[in-house]
T-cell receptor
């Protein structure tokens, strides 16, 4: 069973609207959680990192939350733009090194005008 | 800044042929990784290196070999390509692990094995 589950698998939103992506994980112990953005045909790029003591962190129109007790994270996109069309990948580290990272399958977001 | 550069970007092979993917990074990172990405699956680690001259197996190492003779380069080899190795391959590097373990990815190499 995958240790990182993301939902929804895909969604279509209108430009200017908000959306929230979910990441549930079972990785234990927990060190940190990163959200990456992967544009079509490109490599993933880090958006934000959440550590155990952090609840919320923003990067422009992207806001990530973390509830370490329930092992859940969310990524909220505010006032979506066409350039937000991408796959958003949740990656969880148990602190044993990057060779033990747990990757989600990604949330595919399509923003339409 | 170039960051992480992968070559080639596209390649078509016949079953049984061999090839090498080259990854170069200019950020002086100690750690380097090779992943494969397949539809409907998360990124899976093939091999990784924690420094010049070191390599180690990841989650799906069978059918692949790697070498890290220079700190800035990480090569991924396929000795006898199989259709199951059709995938998009990503190289990544990181300055450290844990909170310093942000992965910096290349643009990917799309490999098709016929």
């Amino acid at each position: 069973k995958n240790q990182v589950e993301q939902s929804p698998q895909s969604l279509i939103i209108l430009e200017g609207k908000n959306c929230t992506l979910q990441c549930n994980y079972t990785v234990s112990p927990f060190s940190n959680l990163r959200w990456y953005k992967q544009d079509t045909g490109r490599g993933p790029v880090s958006l934000t990192i959440m550590t155990f003591s952090e609840n919320t962190k923003s990067n422009g129109r992207y806001t990530a939350t973390l509830d370490a007790d329930t092992k859940q994270s969310s990524l909220h996109i505010t006032a979506s733009q066409l350039s937000d069309s991408a796959s958003y990948i949740c990656v969880v580290s148990g602190g044993y090194g990057n060779n033990r990272l747990a990757f989600g399958k990604g949330n595919q977001v399509v923003v339409i005008p | 800044n170039a960051g992480v550069t992968q070559t080639p970007k596209f390649r078509v092979l016949k079953t049984g042929q061999s090839m090498t993917l080259l990854c170069a990074q200019d950020m002086n990172h100690e750690y380097m990784y090779w992943y494969r990405q397949d539809p409907g699956m998360g990124l899976r680690l093939i091999h990784y290196s924690v420094g010049e001259g070191t390599t180690a197996k990841g989650e799906v190492p069978d059918g692949y070999n790697v070498s890290r003779l220079k700190k800035q380069n990480f090569l991924l080899g396929l000795e006898s390509a199989a259709p199951s190795q059709t995938s998009v391959y990503f190289c990544a590097s990181s300055p450290g692990t844990g909170v310093s373990g942000e992965l910096f990815f290349g643009e990917g190499s799309r490999l098709t094995v016929l």
